[in-house]
């Protein structure tokens, strides 16, 4: 049966009605200003009859690319307000339908009855993510592209700016058009061996080459997937572990590193019984406080589950604080190096010598048995003991309850999270949807590789390498179920 379904729609399969004009306000309350924008055919005529140029000139005479000064009419002929109409005319649209954008004042009132006035025109109030999801079917934006929208919006840092900025530049396209290309190579002399398969001997495709492309698009798939590490602490923060003994003060630190009473602070020993987060920004950089139970010898049980969790999160953490009591420093750091020194082998750790406003005379002389070299060290088993070779974790002394020593603590993570967020790719991922996809095709051209390997038939080789060339094509919105669009863009913002 014939349908008006355009081709960007046969692509994505979603039958949407794209045509109706939309409207939605552009930009959040509480400013002076507002932008009120208005997509589809036959939005700019409509929007003529609610707007009147002070030159006499209607929108519909005006050449894409230009504004025009005038006010907008209410139903009794009264001025709602002056406004300027920006004009933009297909395809050079950010749509890529005709469109027209309102300036008015930030009144809600304005902006409320500018949307009913429209409305009763013959628009519609857009949908979250609409207008995006409107320049996606026109093909104006591939669908790594439409997130990075919503992405640059919700970006808090430089880092998730430029993150975003990159992927709305093309930057995860030009990586799927450079992969696919190459699996469309391998599949085309597969499949063509496959139409002359009763000629048994007949190899269109060299296997040793075809193996060698395999392991080409191994490597650079999974150093892609490698990069969500970092894509995901850029976009949620990069995860760092608050932990010690009981009353060591991680609370408190958590407290002075967010500027909140995040957490309780008590004298009372196992306060803390579960996960406490919170974000802040420190150099540029997210990162993402978890304070965690006190690690000690219990017996009371949900004490014990708060003190696993606190484990697992160490072992979950990119970067960890251990915070110890001054005032007892050596029997904190040897009661507990054996429950930590395992899980902290390959990630950095800062030991926090916390409470020294407490060190007063020969205390705040003494030598606690903790080097301060910088270079990290590594835990090994000696004599039955936890101890450091090649150096041991760099040491910062601090009073969380006063403050002291926090700026150095504040210097020390950002130095730490420059080298961890570090990255030689101008592509990153940091949307989930994308790094599951790339490790459904890694896994069908894996399996590729090794039925290529054990000379099986070139039906069983094409088939994985279609499975891989679908997994990348959704990235981008080539062949993407109907579902995963409604997902993607329900998260938008409405004027987006």
Same mark, same amino acid.
């Given at each position: 049966?014939?349908?008006?379904?355009?081709?960007?729609?046969?692509?994505?399969?979603?039958?949407?009605?794209?045509?109706?004009?939309?409207?939605?306000?552009?930009?959040?309350?509480?400013?002076?200003?507002?932008?009120?924008?208005?997509?589809?055919?036959?939005?700019?005529?409509?929007?003529?009859?609610?707007?009147?140029?002070?030159?006499?000139?209607?929108?519909?005479?005006?050449?894409?690319?230009?504004?025009?000064?005038?006010?907008?009419?209410?139903?009794?002929?009264?001025?709602?307000?002056?406004?300027?109409?920006?004009?933009?005319?297909?395809?050079?649209?950010?749509?890529?339908?005709?469109?027209?954008?309102?300036?008015?004042?930030?009144?809600?009132?304005?902006?409320?009855?500018?949307?009913?006035?429209?409305?009763?025109?013959?628009?519609?109030?857009?949908?979250?993510?609409?207008?995006?999801?409107?320049?996606?079917?026109?093909?104006?934006?591939?669908?790594?592209?439409?997130?990075?929208?919503?992405?640059?919006?919700?970006?808090?840092?430089?880092?998730?700016?430029?993150?975003?900025?990159?992927?709305?530049?093309?930057?995860?396209?030009?990586?799927?058009?450079?992969?696919?290309?190459?699996?469309?190579?391998?599949?085309?002399?597969?499949?063509?061996?496959?139409?002359?398969?009763?000629?048994?001997?007949?190899?269109?495709?060299?296997?040793?080459?075809?193996?060698?492309?395999?392991?080409?698009?191994?490597?650079?798939?999974?150093?892609?997937?490698?990069?969500?590490?970092?894509?995901?602490?850029?976009?949620?923060?990069?995860?760092?572990?608050?932990?010690?003994?009981?009353?060591?003060?991680?609370?408190?630190?958590?407290?002075?590193?967010?500027?909140?009473?995040?957490?309780?602070?008590?004298?009372?020993?196992?306060?803390?019984?579960?996960?406490?987060?919170?974000?802040? !920004?420190?150099?540029?950089?997210?990162?993402?406080?978890?304070?965690?139970?006190?690690?000690?010898?219990?017996?009371?049980?949900?004490?014990?589950?708060?003190?696993?969790?606190?484990?697992?999160?160490?072992?979950?953490?990119?970067?960890?604080?251990?915070?110890?009591?001054?005032?007892?420093?050596?029997?904190?750091?040897?009661?507990?190096?054996?429950?930590?020194?395992?899980?902290?082998?390959?990630?950095?750790?800062?030991?926090?010598?916390?409470?020294?406003?407490?060190?007063?005379?020969?205390?705040?002389?003494?030598?606690?048995?903790?080097?301060? !070299?910088?270079?990290?060290?590594?835990?090994?088993?000696?004599?039955?003991?936890?101890?450091?070779?090649?150096? !041991?974790?760099?040491?910062?002394?601090?009073?969380?309850?006063?403050?002291?020593?926090?700026?150095?603590?504040?210097?020390?993570?950002?130095?730490?999270?420059?080298?961890?967020?570090?990255?030689?790719?101008?592509?990153?991922?940091?949307?989930?949807?994308?790094?599951?996809?790339?490790?459904?095709?890694?896994?069908?051209?894996?399996?590729?590789?090794?039925?290529?390997?054990?000379?099986?038939?070139?039906?069983?080789?094409?088939?994985?390498?279609?499975?891989?060339?679908?997994?990348?094509?959704?990235?981008?919105?080539?062949?993407?179920?109907?579902?995963?669009?409604?997902?993607?863009?329900?998260?938008?913002?409405?004027?987006?």
């Amino acid at each position: 049966m014939a349908t008006n379904e355009t081709p960007q729609e046969r692509r994505s399969g979603l039958l949407v009605n794209q045509l109706t004009p939309i409207c939605a306000p552009a930009t959040a309350p509480g400013g002076a200003l507002s932008v009120v924008r208005v997509s589809g055919e036959g939005c700019i005529a409509l929007c003529d009859t609610i707007f009147h140029a002070k030159n006499g000139r209607t929108l519909s005479d005006t050449k894409g690319g230009s504004v025009r000064f005038g006010y907008i009419t209410s139903d009794d002929g009264t001025t709602l307000d002056e406004v300027l109409a920006s004009v933009f005319r297909a395809p050079h649209s950010y749509t890529g339908q005709d469109s027209v954008e309102f300036s008015c004042h930030a009144s809600p009132y304005i902006v409320a009855e500018l949307l009913r006035l429209l409305c009763q025109a013959g628009c519609r109030t857009a949908e979250p993510g609409e207008f995006t999801r409107r320049a996606f079917l026109a093909g104006k934006l591939d669908l790594s592209q439409a997130e990075a929208v919503a992405d640059l919006i919700s970006a808090r840092t430089c880092a998730a700016h430029r993150v975003a900025m990159n992927q709305l530049r093309g930057s995860l396209y030009r990586e799927f058009e450079a992969l696919h290309e190459r699996l469309l190579r391998l599949s085309s002399l597969l499949e063509l061996e496959l139409d002359f398969a009763d000629h048994e001997d007949l190899e269109f495709a060299d296997r040793t080459e075809l193996l060698a492309l395999c392991d080409e698009l191994d490597s650079r798939i999974a150093a892609l997937l490698s990069t969500y590490r970092v894509g995901d602490a850029v976009r949620h923060g990069l995860p760092v572990c608050i932990v010690g003994d009981t009353n060591a003060g991680k609370s408190t630190l958590l407290n002075r590193l967010v500027g909140d009473d995040r957490a309780i602070v008590s004298d009372t020993r196992g306060t803390t019984r579960d996960l406490i987060e919170d974000t802040v !920004q420190i150099g540029g950089t997210t990162f993402r406080f978890i304070d965690t139970a006190g690690i000690r010898d219990t017996d009371d049980t949900v004490e014990r589950i708060g003190i696993d969790r606190a484990l697992a999160a160490v072992s979950r953490a990119e970067i960890v604080l251990w915070v110890v009591d001054a005032t007892r420093a050596e029997s904190e750091t040897t009661a507990l190096a054996p429950r930590l020194a395992p899980l902290v082998q390959d990630k950095p750790l800062l030991l926090l010598l916390n409470k020294t406003d407490l060190l007063t005379g020969n205390k705040k002389q003494e030598t606690i048995n903790i080097a301060t !070299q910088e270079d990290n060290g590594e835990w090994v088993m000696v004599n039955g003991q936890w101890s450091m070779v090649n150096g !041991q974790w760099p040491m910062v002394k601090i009073s969380a309850k006063t403050g002291d020593g926090i700026p150095a603590l504040q210097s020390r993570l950002a130095a730490i999270a420059a080298d961890l967020l570090r990255s030689d790719s101008d592509t990153i991922l940091t949307n989930a949807r994308h790094t599951e996809a790339f490790a459904r095709a890694l896994d069908a051209i894996r399996r590729a590789r090794r039925a290529l390997a054990d000379g099986l038939s070139g039906e069983f080789v094409a088939q994985d390498l279609a499975l891989a060339r679908n997994a990348l094509a959704e990235i981008v919105g080539r062949i993407t179920p109907t579902s995963i669009l409604h997902s993607v863009f329900q998260n938008f913002c409405v004027g987006k």
